[in-house]
Nanobody, 121 residues
Protein backbone atom coordinates (compact mmCIF):
# COMPACT_ATOMS: atom_id res chain seq x y z
CA UNK A 1 0.00 0.00 0.00
CA UNK A 2 1.15 3.50 -0.80
CA UNK A 3 0.20 6.49 1.31
CA UNK A 4 0.70 10.21 0.83
CA UNK A 5 0.57 12.18 4.05
CA UNK A 6 0.42 15.95 3.93
CA UNK A 7 1.39 18.46 6.57
CA UNK A 8 1.33 22.21 6.81
CA UNK A 9 -1.52 24.44 5.83
CA UNK A 10 -3.58 26.67 8.05
CA UNK A 11 -4.51 30.33 8.29
CA UNK A 12 -2.19 33.05 7.00
CA UNK A 13 -2.57 36.76 6.36
CA UNK A 14 -2.47 38.12 2.80
CA UNK A 15 1.10 38.60 1.66
CA UNK A 16 2.40 36.01 4.08
CA UNK A 17 4.21 32.72 3.47
CA UNK A 18 3.15 29.17 4.13
CA UNK A 19 4.71 25.83 3.35
CA UNK A 20 3.26 22.40 2.69
CA UNK A 21 4.93 19.03 2.65
CA UNK A 22 3.80 15.61 1.49
CA UNK A 23 5.60 12.35 2.22
CA UNK A 24 5.01 9.15 0.28
CA UNK A 25 5.44 5.85 2.07
CA UNK A 26 4.75 2.18 1.57
CA UNK A 27 5.54 -0.04 -1.36
CA UNK A 28 7.46 2.27 -3.67
CA UNK A 29 9.75 1.18 -6.47
CA UNK A 30 9.90 4.51 -8.25
CA UNK A 31 8.21 7.91 -8.09
CA UNK A 32 7.87 9.80 -11.33
CA UNK A 33 5.90 13.03 -11.16
CA UNK A 34 4.96 14.66 -7.87
CA UNK A 35 2.82 17.73 -7.54
CA UNK A 36 0.11 19.78 -5.94
CA UNK A 37 -3.43 20.63 -6.92
CA UNK A 38 -6.02 22.74 -5.14
CA UNK A 39 -9.76 22.90 -5.01
CA UNK A 40 -12.29 25.44 -3.88
CA UNK A 41 -15.70 24.08 -2.93
CA UNK A 42 -17.96 24.08 -5.93
CA UNK A 43 -15.13 24.53 -8.41
CA UNK A 44 -12.95 22.19 -10.43
CA UNK A 45 -9.64 21.04 -9.02
CA UNK A 46 -6.79 23.21 -10.33
CA UNK A 47 -3.28 21.97 -11.03
CA UNK A 48 -0.85 24.17 -9.11
CA UNK A 49 2.62 22.76 -9.68
CA UNK A 50 4.40 19.61 -10.77
CA UNK A 51 7.96 18.35 -10.62
CA UNK A 52 9.02 15.29 -12.59
CA UNK A 53 11.82 13.01 -11.45
CA UNK A 54 15.04 14.73 -12.45
CA UNK A 55 13.16 17.39 -14.37
CA UNK A 56 12.12 20.99 -14.13
CA UNK A 57 9.14 22.28 -12.23
CA UNK A 58 6.01 23.58 -13.90
CA UNK A 59 3.55 26.03 -12.43
CA UNK A 60 0.09 27.36 -13.06
CA UNK A 61 0.19 30.93 -14.31
CA UNK A 62 -1.70 32.04 -11.22
CA UNK A 63 1.16 31.02 -8.89
CA UNK A 64 4.28 31.60 -11.00
CA UNK A 65 6.83 33.69 -9.18
CA UNK A 66 5.11 33.13 -5.83
CA UNK A 67 5.13 29.35 -5.28
CA UNK A 68 8.09 26.98 -5.39
CA UNK A 69 7.82 23.22 -5.61
CA UNK A 70 10.72 20.98 -4.63
CA UNK A 71 11.46 17.34 -3.89
CA UNK A 72 13.59 15.39 -1.48
CA UNK A 73 14.24 12.18 -3.38
CA UNK A 74 15.74 10.39 -0.40
CA UNK A 75 12.66 11.09 1.70
CA UNK A 76 10.08 10.62 -1.08
CA UNK A 77 8.74 14.01 -0.13
CA UNK A 78 7.45 16.95 -2.12
CA UNK A 79 7.23 20.49 -0.78
CA UNK A 80 5.31 23.59 -1.77
CA UNK A 81 6.63 26.91 -0.55
CA UNK A 82 3.96 29.57 -0.98
CA UNK A 83 4.89 33.24 -0.73
CA UNK A 84 2.96 36.45 -1.25
CA UNK A 85 -0.27 34.60 -0.62
CA UNK A 86 -3.54 36.08 -1.81
CA UNK A 87 -7.09 35.47 -0.63
CA UNK A 88 -7.78 33.72 -3.94
CA UNK A 89 -5.18 31.10 -2.98
CA UNK A 90 -7.61 29.88 -0.33
CA UNK A 91 -8.42 26.25 -1.10
CA UNK A 92 -7.87 22.67 -0.06
CA UNK A 93 -4.46 21.64 -1.34
CA UNK A 94 -3.85 18.06 -2.42
CA UNK A 95 -0.52 16.47 -3.18
CA UNK A 96 -0.25 13.71 -5.73
CA UNK A 97 2.38 11.34 -7.02
CA UNK A 98 2.70 9.00 -9.95
CA UNK A 99 4.25 5.90 -8.42
CA UNK A 100 5.35 2.49 -9.57
CA UNK A 101 4.84 0.24 -6.51
CA UNK A 102 7.13 -2.53 -7.76
CA UNK A 103 9.23 -3.46 -10.75
CA UNK A 104 6.51 -5.69 -12.20
CA UNK A 105 3.62 -3.25 -11.74
CA UNK A 106 2.55 -0.25 -13.77
CA UNK A 107 2.42 3.32 -12.45
CA UNK A 108 -0.56 4.55 -10.47
CA UNK A 109 -1.64 7.99 -9.31
CA UNK A 110 -1.93 8.49 -5.56
CA UNK A 111 -3.40 11.43 -3.68
CA UNK A 112 -2.97 12.93 -0.25
CA UNK A 113 -5.89 13.61 2.06
CA UNK A 114 -5.86 17.35 1.45
CA UNK A 115 -4.99 20.25 3.70
CA UNK A 116 -6.83 23.54 4.08
CA UNK A 117 -5.05 26.78 3.27
CA UNK A 118 -6.91 29.95 4.20
CA UNK A 119 -5.59 33.39 3.31
CA UNK A 120 -7.44 36.04 5.23
CA UNK A 121 -6.87 39.12 7.34
Amino acid sequence: QVQLVESGGGLVQPGGPLSLSCAASGSIFRIDVMGWSRQVTGKQRELVATIPSGGSANYADSVKGRFTISRDYAKNTVYLQMNSLKPEDTAIYYCFANIRPSLVEKNYDYWGQGTQVTVSA
